[in-house]
């Protein structure tokens, strides 16, 4: 395991069309986020998993966004009817986040880096 | 008033010198601090981890946590080129989500 892997690397897409970007953490990791980050900013929370339960989503997270993590291994994360102010890398990172400890070192993925044109 | 306060840079700075980065933050409840490094076009790459208070050093690298004064530092010693790059901190209060700082943008000259 190379660590945490985010498909596709870029996506380029128009206006108001569906986009879905995959990622697969690191094995064992319970944990699971996604981020987004802007030109010049910081990433951005946008929702985490503790297994396949979703325990906390950003106020960033429209109603057009959804994110699933069926059998708690990989995640998916959807944007329906993508606008231009969705242009972003999107960001995973996974974490042990083992019951009972506090192991909060998040490893991050390449990201998927989104146009919409 | 963001949560965490990073100065975005840009910071230039020679070969060989020693860097400072630095952040503040305003939420006590902070526990954990990271510092994070990003190339262009590429994720975050975890560099130090702190729990709490005080030094922690791995190599050319010291990261240094005043809970007192809400404020971490990493320190670069020896600069190399290919220490250029963004610098993110980043920090949570438990096993849950991370706060960023904006991120400094360094260069190391040759």
């Known amino acids: 395991d190379t660590g945490v892997s985010q498909n596709p690397r870029h996506k380029i897409t128009k206006r108001g069309q569906n986009v879905t970007f995959r990622c697969d953490p690191i094995?064992?990791?319970?944990?699971l986020y996604w981020y987004r980050q802007t030109l010049g900013q910081g990433p951005e929370f946008l929702t985490y998993?503790?297994?396949?339960?979703?325990?906390?989503k950003s106020r960033l997270l429209s109603d057009r966004f959804s994110a699933e993590r069926p059998k708690g291994s990989f995640s998916t994360l959807e944007i329906q009817r993508t606008e231009q102010g969705d242009s972003a890398m999107y960001l995973c990172?996974?974490?042990?986040?083992?019951?009972?400890?506090?192991?909060?070192?998040?490893?991050f993925g390449q990201g998927t880096r989104l146009t919409v044109v | 008033q963001k949560e965490v306060e990073q100065d975005p840079g840009p910071l230039s700075v020679p070969e060989g010198a020693i860097v400072s980065l630095n952040c503040t933050y305003s939420?006590?409840?902070?526990?954990?601090f990271m510092w994070y490094r990003q190339y262009s076009r590429k994720g975050p790459e975890l560099l130090m981890y702190?729990?709490?208070?005080g030094n922690k050093e791995d190599g050319r690298f010291t990261a240094q946590v005043d809970k007192s004064s809400k404020y971490i530092s990493l320190f670069i010693r020896d600069s190399q080129p290919s220490d250029s790059a963004t610098y993110l901190c980043?920090?949570?209060?438990?096993?849950?989500?991370?706060?960023f700082g904006q991120g400094t943008r360094l260069t190391i000259n040759p």
């Open positions: 094995s064992e990791h319970n944990r």
């Open positions: 939420n006590s409840a902070f526990q954990y």
């Open positions: 702190t729990y709490s208070s």
């Open positions: 998993f503790q297994n396949e339960a979703q325990l906390e």
């Open positions: 990172a996974s974490s042990p986040g083992q019951g009972g400890t506090m192991n909060t070192e998040a490893f």
């Open positions: 980043a920090m949570s209060w438990g096993a849950q989500k991370l706060v």
